[in-house]
């Protein structure tokens, strides 16, 4: 049974940084492609960022240079690097991985950003 699991998430400042992970069971990251999402109170859930199996890695255009999605092959685990945060990057992240049509996701993280 497949399973994502978010971690790393927590209060900081506005400018500070954050990471988080994803740690996955039964499905492999460097196989598939993943991504984060996000979902701001009161809104729809964004895409943040996607790793795909090659290693390739696209982003949001308003997040560009300041998030950096990363995976581990060999721990078998996916990461969000976010730095020069801001209130508005407030949200839950979560962890989705897409197989042969098929989309998991996990229960995501709470990141949140103080002014």
């Known amino acids: 049974q497949v399973q994502l699991v978010e971690s790393g998430g927590g209060l900081v400042q506005a400018g500070g940084s954050l990471r988080v992970s994803c740690a996955a069971s039964d499905i492999i990251f460097r196989s598939n492609t993943a991504a984060w999402y996000r979902q701001a109170p009161g809104k729809q859930r964004e895409l943040v960022a996607t790793?795909?199996?090659?290693?390739?890695?696209v982003y949001a255009d308003s997040l560009k240079g300041r998030f950096a999605i990363s995976r581990d092959n060999a721990e078998n685990t996916m990461s969000l690097q976010m730095n020069s945060l801001k209130p508005e990057d407030t949200g839950v992240y979560y962890c989705f991985i897409s197989r042969y049509g098929m989309s998991y996701w996990g229960k995501g993280t709470l990141v949140t950003v103080s002014s």
């Open positions: 790793i795909l199996s090659t290693g390739s890695t």
